[in-house]
């Protein structure tokens, strides 16, 4: 208020300012001391928004009861006009500025801010707009803080020239733990290497007639880097002196890669393989562009789900896995996120707690269950390749077409898609992942269409199902469980590129099995710190056109008694008319003492 009056007005121009100074002590009592000043630096993490009150002016007397009071009614008042003022928010200085203050239709005063001014002091612009109605959403307009996000306020101390900024950690810009910036990064020095691994075996029969044999394979990898590319070869060479021996060298891989920061993605040119995310893996002799996941810091690698909630003051929030605690971090008042947590494998449930300021606890679940398709909530995943089929033993190698896509909807819900295309073949895969308290669930449908030439077209679908669960209360992992059926008329590329070799050759394609249902399994179950591990796993696959079922089954146990580590297994195999059971005993322990 204008102090400039006669000396008769002066005790009411006191009285006023002395009801100012009261509103200041009542918006901040929280946080002041005796003397009734704003908290400082360290403690105005703590301060909240100003409550509003009213002031009857018949405690006054004389002129001083005409006096509007309305403008203390909301906290300190100031003025409207540009101030000088030291900014922080959220307790961090952001700078000395020029803040603007203006009213409001309703009397108030405040500063008013622009977008460009939030994102310089680390404001998410794009969280801010979203909560923003699309009428007040100009981004080089000044507005009051409040208009822009709801739930952050301002405290001007007039007195020491400081505006204290409060916003909700939710609008406040993010950067992932093991976070790097494009910028650093380095394609590393031209340099190259050789790594290979050899073995020779001989063996004799102790039988009459009995023969000798030898056997040797060498396996090279090998590489070089230059001008921000790196050339990579792998191959192997076999020798063997029995009469359907001889000598082979196989090429496996051999290509040219260069990472494109600017796409989150990896250009391969060359021969090498495709992934198996979706499709089966398959050579292939052209271009691949691919997400490369380590293009991302470790906490973002990987499914693992977003925690919100909404804490009341500055508090401190816990989250724990298995009873571990495995993230814990301070938040200001207003609704948060955590979006960069570390993957934990296949799961298990998180035990989310706030821990307010003054102690009071609040805590909730968030259902974690993965499936190898799941992705975080707003991840993409992309794959595309072009160029030729290769490796697989056939007189024609078929041109190929393939690219897949995949994105976290939410914390439940992955969605993916995918096609491949070759010479006579084109597939259509859709589906999703769906991650629930009971545990989490993948299912995708393959529609496929097959020109044998002679044999006519062929169309079927394929039908997949995954699910994963740890049950927390026994410490039973199901790891992977997956049930696959095709329809007879279902081929999948490689089927398809096998089939149209044979059928070039005079062969009657439709004759050879085809793989019908395939059910895996994979189970762990602890029993405890002293008593190792326990695990089984198992697949059963039948065919089209081949009588019999494949089987196999493993079950094993881990343990380690001090530095001893020892495990047992068998392992069953069955099919084509024949069984086979394999038994191991294994025990391992380092040589050398440890420092």
């Known amino acids: 208020m204008d102090c400039h009056l006669k000396s008769s007005q002066l005790m009411i121009c006191l009285l006023v300012n002395g009801l100012t100074f009261t509103n200041l002590i009542h918006a901040s009592s929280d946080n002041s001391d005796s003397n009734g000043r704003l908290p400082s630096k360290v403690d105005v993490e703590v301060a909240r928004a ?39 928010l959220n307790g961090a200085w952001q700078g000395r500025r020029n803040l603007h203050f203006k009213g409001d239709a309703q009397g108030r005063v405040d500063a008013c801010v622009t977008l460009p001014m939030l994102i310089e002091m680390g404001v998410d612009s794009e969280a801010v707009q979203a909560s923003m109605p699309s009428s007040s959403s100009d981004a080089l307009s000044c507005m009051p803080l409040q208009q822009r996000i709801s739930s952050a306020f301002g405290v001007y101390d007039s007195g020491n020239l400081r505006y204290d900024i409060s916003i909700p950690q939710a609008f406040m810009r993010r950067e992932a733990r093991g976070y790097v910036s494009p910028m650093l990064w380095d394609r590393g020095i031209d340099a190259g290497f050789i790594g290979y691994s ?54 496996i891989a051999t290509y040219a890669q260069r990472g494109l ?78 979006d960069d947590l570390y993957a934990t494998g296949y799961g298990g449930d998180l035990d989310v707690s706030i821990i307010e300021v003054d102690g009071r606890r609040s805590e909730f679940k968030v259902p974690f269950s993965s499936v190898p398709q799941m992705l975080r909530e707003g991840v993409s995943r992309y794959s595309l390749t072009a160029g030729q089929v290769r490796g697989l033993q056939v007189s024609d190698e078929p041109w190929l077409l393939q690219g897949t896509y995949q994105r976290g909807v939410n914390n439940q819900v992955t969605m993916f898609s995918g096609s491949e295309m070759s010479e006579g073949y084109m597939s259509l895969l859709f589906g999703g992942a769906l991650s629930t308290p009971i545990g989490a669930v993948s299912m995708d449908f ?84 002293r008593f190792g591990n326990l695990y089984i796993t198992g697949s059963k696959r039948d065919f089209y056109n081949r009588s019999g079922t494949a089987k196999q089954y493993q079950v094993g146990y ?7 580590n020892m495990g047992f297994s068998v392992m069953h195999t069955s099919g084509s008319g024949r069984s086979d059971n394999q038994y191991l005993l294994s025990f391992s322990t380092p040589l050398g003492g440890g420092q």
Not at 205 to 223: F, I, K, P, V
Not at 284 to 309: C, E, F, I, K, W
Not at 558 to 564: I, K, M, P, R
Request: aromatic fraction near 10%; avoid cysteine; glycine fraction near 12%.
């Open 558 to 564: 881990n343990n380690a008694l001090g530095s001893v």
């Open 198 to 251: 050899a073995s020779s075996t001989a063996s004799k029969s102790r039988m009459a007639g009995g023969q000798s044999r030898s056997n040797s394979y060498l396996g090279l990898n090998t590489g070089f880097n230059f001008a921000g590319w790196q050339f990579r070869h792998d191959s192997n060479f076999t020798w063997s002196d029995d009469k359907d021996g001889g000598s082979e060298w196989q090429g």
């Open 261 to 338: 920061p600017e796409l989150e993605g990896m250009l391969t040119i060359g021969e090498a393989f495709t992934g198996g995310g979706l499709f089966d893996s398959i050579g292939y002799r052209g271009v691949n562009l691919t997400t490369d996941d380590r293009m991302q810091p470790d906490s973002l690698r990987g499914y693992a789900p977003v925690v919100r909630g909404i804490a009341q003051t500055n508090a401190r929030v816990e989250v724990r896995q298995n009873d571990l605690l495995i993230y814990s971090t301070t938040v200001s008042p207003g609704s948060f996120v955590i």
């Open 50 to 88: 100003p409550k509003q009150v009213q002031f009857d002016s018949s405690f006054l007397s004389g002129q001083a009861k005409s006096i509007d009071l309305t403008a203390f009614e909301h906290g300190n008042p100031v003025l409207a006009g540009t101030y000088m003022v030291d900014v922080y």
């Open 446 to 529: 393959t529609l496929a269409r097959t020109d044998l030439g002679d044999y006519g077209h062929h169309t079927g679908n394929s039908v997949r199902l995954g699910y994963s669960k740890l049950l927390d209360a026994t410490e039973t992992n199901l790891t992977l469980a997956a049930y696959r059926y095709s329809t007879e008329g279902f081929y999948s590329l490689r089927d398809a590129v096998y089939s149209r070799d044979l059928e070039s050759r005079g062969i009657n394609p439709i004759a050879q099995g085809r793989q019908k249902s395939q059910l895996q399994l994979t189970l762990n179950q602890s029993l405890g710190d």
